[in-house]
């Protein structure tokens, strides 16, 4: 009951925002950020052709932020209504038409509009600071950030990131989330290797009890009591790493494995097969 | 009102807190990384060994915070300001980051995400400013990898708010920290939940016109077991259809080791039921 509540509410709030990405086509930008006292940057920010406003950016904020009094001058508030519960200012999400930092335009990009504590305390020290830039912007470029040149280099990119509240909410909300369920993860191939962990003195360690023969991985050279050290650069200490690990691989892709055999660090590649 | 109030807190998740730096020599490394449920970088750290740990990649962030346990379990003192030096600070990828300094404290928005499960796996850190300056780095969403460069220069130290730094600093937000965890206990979540692997058949596909076939049985596999044959024509996998192999291995994705799959088969005009024992694999 309570579930069904949240998602009728979730539906409510999401749903009038549901439109179509439009994509723009756009060459790499280089923005000059400014860098605080606190080891913060800054960057220019105009909404809907409004502003500069003077944002922080911020690759560990999922949402991007905008406070109010931005949000009145820029004219984000139009057909938003007050909630009757509404701490810190908070006025839901809007989407942004024009959303550009220092001459880098993204359509359509959503912002939530509150008056963040942190954001407020920010703009007393350093003069108006109006909110965040966060994943939503950047994860549509190729971003560099070079703290010595202090610039902020946007590529544009080929990922279409996704609405963040919604696919944490579908997540909290789903059966597999809820106590006691079990995450199952797939990889998008078969390699034909099995593992058993060994508790050594310098920790876990995933040794190969198992390949079949004939299959990707013999193919590839992997033998029977090797020790699986990294897989695709990532470590390998533990089932959960190589599910991880293998997580993205796909047939006839290149799967690149560092083993230890007999003593010696050695590096395979395995070619992942179509198959269950 | 709770939906309001979860929006209200993820968007809470984005703050700060404070601090120092160190230079390194050139060289480019590719650092993989993972995106958490709220689309967090989260990358691995060992640190002195120990581990891995979990951090979330934060330009928001002043310095590198970790947990008092992470500390404890790698062996950090804290100084008596809560800072810690790690003598080897390694993330997934080769790169050590040489004398990182790091505040040992829990910020609001670990607490907060840890407490409501909300990045799908546990959140043990903050790699902030005091690390990240030294590097040049380049992050692109539709690549696994990130790239870092070491710099040879000393960033600026980072000062805070008054001498505070840490959660002192965050304009009165701790308490939405204990608010989120509360919001976990009643949506029965935890930091990490259990993994497990899809379960292994043991039969290489190869897609034909009118659908799958199996192209081989791996020899001593749960399917050879179960009869599986080359040249069987894949019909059913979990009693739906399949018309390709992507579809096949999508109706297994979630039948992890330990149960059984349903398969059906054509074999000579023939239609066979056949019930496959999954095992650990990959």
Known sequence: ????????????CLSSHVRAEAPVASAAVTVPFTLLKTGHMTVPVKLNGKGPYTLIFDTGAPMSIVNNRLARDAGLLKDKPVALFAPFGSRGEVKVKDFEVGGQKAAD?????????????????????????????????????????KTLTFEPGTYNPPDVMQAMLRAILSPESADG?????????????GVNQENRTSGPALVVDRVYLGGPADIGGLKKGDHLTLVNKRWTDTPADLLEALSTIKPNGAVQVEVERMGKTMTLELLGAAGL | MRIYILMLTVALLAASAMVAAEPAKEKSYEVPYRLTL???????????????FNFILDTGAPALFFTEAVAARAGVKADE?????????ELEGGLVIPKARGRIDTPFQLEGMNGMGLAGAEIHGLIGYNILAQYRMTIDLASDRMLWTPMAWTPERPIGFGDAGGSA???????????????????????????????QAGILLRDEV???VVASVLKGSPSDTAGVKQGDRLRKVADRSVTSSAEALDFAAKHAAGKTL???????????????????GY
């Open chain 1, 1 to 12: 009951m309570k579930k069904t509540i949240i998602v009728v509410l979730l539906i409510a």
């Open chain 2, 81 to 89: 300001k809560g800072w810690g030096e790690c003598e080897r600070f």
């Open chain 2, 38 to 52: 709220p689309k967090h970088l989260m990358v691995r750290a060992k640190i002195n060994g120990k581990g891995p």
């Open chain 1, 109 to 149: 990009v959503k912002v939530a509009i509150m008056d963040h504590p942190t954001v407020e305390l920010f703009s007393k020290h350093f003069g108006p600071i109006d909110g965040i830039v966060g994943f939503p912007f950047f994860a549509r470029y190729k971003v560099t950030v070079d703290y010595q040149k």
């Open chain 1, 181 to 193: 369920a079990v995450r199952v993860v797939s990889g998008g191939a078969i390699l034909g290797f």
């Open chain 2, 210 to 212: 009118d659908g799958p």
């Open chain 2, 262 to 280: 349903a398969l059906q088969v054509e074999r000579s005009g023939k239609s066979i039921d056949l019930t496959i024992n999954l095992v650990e």
């Open chain 2, 169 to 199: 600093a965050q304009g009165s937000l701790e308490f939405i920290g204990s608010m989120m965890k509360g919001l976990g206990g009643m949506l029965g979540r935890k930091a990490t939940p259990a993994v497990t692997g899809r379960g």
